[in-house]
């Protein structure tokens, strides 16, 4: 059976962070395939700024799919909104019942899981490997505990979405944070304007 990491968000732009995490979680786990799941509408976040799945959606394409083991899903455009895990992990199972899935989480979201709908459920159903985000976060002791969740020495990502987003607004050049093909597209599309 294989092992497939799902790495799921709104990818608002993707950034050399992400490929980075893709690629560790790829090549230095037990995962067979990570699936880079662009999610639509993340309950918990506001969507003003964020762009149009199309565009999310072809941006992903160009940046994972010429990598070794990392595929994208739209799966969650064709879930109700706004997207939650729960929900796509129960389609995944679904779909592919030939396949183990495992939830690729940042310590942010960790730190939050409890709030998450379902999160229980999710633990019932699949692992979830944990990436470092910030140091200072407060991480519930039963989950960290939890033997379904795996807290990764992977890489440590300083930069966000949401920061080159606001670089971007401030006219700052955010060049170095994304793929070559990323920024062309952006710039393009007038994107984040």
Do not use: C
């Not at 918990?44 to 083991?69: G, Q, S, V, W």
């Not at 730190?111 to 490997?129: E, M, Q, T």
């Amino acid at each position: 059976m294989k092992k497939i990491g799902l790495y799921l968000g709104t990818f608002n732009p993707i950034h050399h962070g992400h490929i980075t995490l893709a690629n560790y979680f790829a090549n230095n786990t037990d995962l067979d395939e990570v699936w880079v799941v662009l999610t639509p509408q993340n309950p918990f976040k506001k969507n003003y700024n964020l762009i149009e799945d199309n565009h999310r959606l072809e941006m992903a394409n160009n940046t994972f799919n010429h990598l070794k083991n990392i595929k994208v899903s739209d799966i969650e455009f064709k879930l109700d909104k706004p997207n939650y895990t729960i929900d796509t992990i129960n389609r995944l199972s679904e779909d592919f019942p030939n396949k183990q899935f495992t939830l690729l989480i940042g310590e942010d979201n960790l730190a939050n899981f409890h709030h998450w709908k379902d999160y229980s459920k999710i633990l019932d159903l699949v692992g979830v490997y944990v990436y470092p985000r910030k140091t200072d976060i407060n991480i519930d002791q039963e989950l960290i505990t939890n033997n379904k969740i795996n807290i990764l020495d992977a890489p440590k990502i300083e930069i966000s979405s949401d920061q080159i987003r606001k670089r971007m607004k401030e006219g700052d050049d955010i060049k170095s944070y994304l793929p070559k093909e990323i920024y062309k597209y952006i710039i393009e599309k007038k994107l984040y304007k």
